[in-house]
T-cell receptor
Framework: DADVTQTPRNRITKTGKRIMLECSQTKGHDRMYWYRQDPGLGLRLIYYSFDVKDINKGEISDGYSVSRQAQAKFSLSLESAIPNQTALYFC??????????????FGPGTRLTVL | QKEVEQNSGPLSVPEGAIASLNCTYSDRGSQSFFWYRQYSGKSPELIMFIYSNGDKEDGRFTAQLNKASQYVSLLIRDSQPSDSATYLCATYRDDKIIFGKGTRLHILP
């Protein structure tokens, strides 16, 4: 089984709809992240969490919210989806103890299309 | 100036040759540097990281770091068609990883 899973893998929704993307991990890592990837813009950090009680905004948090339900689960919500949120979304984890050698382990991604 | 800059490519290299991928960074506080490989439609995966000046070798891959010039590179020896992918350079600073936009590498059979 994959260490980092994301659901759904693909989603098409309409403008104004609320949508939740879910991430689960079995790696036992404390740190979890949400990124979006757009052609030509690379990976951009949306939110990150170092433990269940620690949530931090990333580079592009506007229009998004997150919930860290447990060490293993980190969800990303779009309260009112808009077309420019169409992108590939990745969840990632890393091991708190590794510091500056902090390898990111990515999930398979969720392709979101907002019409 | 972007924090991590890479040439977007595509960089075309003949099979068996050395592919050289380059990255510059703006923040001297960056502590360590990573190279990730991403195949089309797939998630990024770590190739290697480096945090000391000089070279670090792992199989066909060599990472080079020059902190004075704020420059990091990845060399791929004996390039194979399976090396065709986008390579993402990233830096670690303030508990976050900052990614460049990536360089597309195409290995010509």
């Amino acid at each position: 089984d994959a260490d980092v899973t994301q659901t759904p893998r693909n989603r098409i929704t309409k403008t104004g709809k609320r949508i939740m993307l879910e991430c689960s991990q079995t790696k036992g890592h404390d740190r979890m992240y949400w990124y979006r990837q757009d052609p030509g813009l690379g990976l951009r950090l949306i939110y990150y969490s170092f433990d269940v009680k620690d949530i931090n905004k990333g580079e592009i948090s506007d229009g998004y919210s997150v919930s860290r339900q447990a060490q293993a689960k980190f969800s990303l919500s779009l309260e009112s989806a808009i077309p420019n949120q169409t992108a590939l979304y990745f969840c990632a984890t890393s091991d708190l103890g590794r510091g500056y050698t902090d390898t990111q382990y990515f999930g398979p991604g969720t392709r979101l299309t907002v019409l | 100036q972007k924090e991590v800059e890479q040439n977007s490519g595509p960089l075309s290299v003949p099979e068996g040759a050395i592919a050289s991928l380059n990255c510059t960074y703006s923040d001297r506080g960056s502590q360590s540097f990573f190279w990730y490989r991403q195949y089309s439609g797939k998630s990024p995966e770590l190739i290697m990281f480096i945090y000391s000046n000089g070279d670090k070798e792992d199989g066909r891959f060599t990472a080079q770091l020059n902190k004075a010039s704020q420059y990091v590179s990845l060399l791929i020896r004996d390039s194979q068609p399976s090396d065709s992918a986008t390579y993402l350079c990233a830096t670690y600073r303030d508990d976050k990883i900052i990614f460049g936009k990536g360089t597309r590498l195409h290995i010509l059979p």
